[in-house]
């Protein structure tokens, strides 16, 4: 057997602001020459302070780049695949049918911003962004995906079909990394959905002291924990 068929490969998906890329890497960490492929994802903006992106776009966007390397390099070489990608941009999505329940919301995206102050003056002892800093490590503020996801409870157009879909069990919620996982395994109601603990870290859900969702936290914005994914070991 050749060397070539015997080598092992680690595949990359680097899923960005603006862009979708995906690569292969060998057993020494080194790019594979010409095992690389970059597809650009339009953001839509709307308004001052907002910006969406189409979940399906992101998805298609990461597939295209895997097929076009998939038709320069064996694929079946390929090991493991890890993800980065933009980490506070938050995906609310119907499990029974795989659509998004709304446009991606932004990390940069600050139209919660109003919730934020709401929240700080109304739910905290302090009156101050830093009340819930001892648990989640982070300010109150629309940076976070908690306040996008509480936005879009609240305040979208959609509001009454997110609300439904949380009600009835059908709603999933993650930022990039898990909607990409769940869709790569299937993108059916039994599917895998997960995170890490670093993306976990950026929602403002997640407890800082056992590293897991915290329910309080979630009860706080109004999110069933049967809405978030399973937290699992980076590797």
Known sequence: MSR??????????DQTTNRSRFLLFDEECKPVPGCQAEREVEPKV??????????????????????????????????????????????????????????????????AAGIAEELIAKKTQSKSKDDLRSLCGLPIHPYFSALKVKWLMENSEKREEVRAAI????????????????????????????????????????????????????KWVGLGMECRPLQVEMV
């Open 4 to 13: 070539e068929r015997e080598r092992k490969l680690i595949g990359v998906i």
């Open 167 to 218: 009600h009835d069990g059908r709603c999933l919620f993650g930022t990039v990394d898990s909607w990409i996982i769940w869709n790569l395994n299937g993108g059916k109601p039994d599917s895998v959905h997960v995170t890490d603990v670093t993306n976990a870290s950026r929602t403002m859900l997640m407890n800082i002291h056992t590293l897991q969702w915290d329910p309080d936290l979630c």
């Open 46 to 111: 709307d308004k001052e302070g907002w910006f969406e992106q189409d979940p399906r776009e992101i998805l298609q966007s990461v597939e295209k780049c895997m097929e076009e390397v998939g038709r320069k390099c064996d694929l079946k070489q390929i090991k493991g695949i890890g993800i980065t990608n933009q980490r506070e941009t938050t995906i609310l999505w119907d499990k029974t049918t795989g659509k998004p329940l709304y446009n991606a919301i932004g990390w940069c995206d600050v139209r």
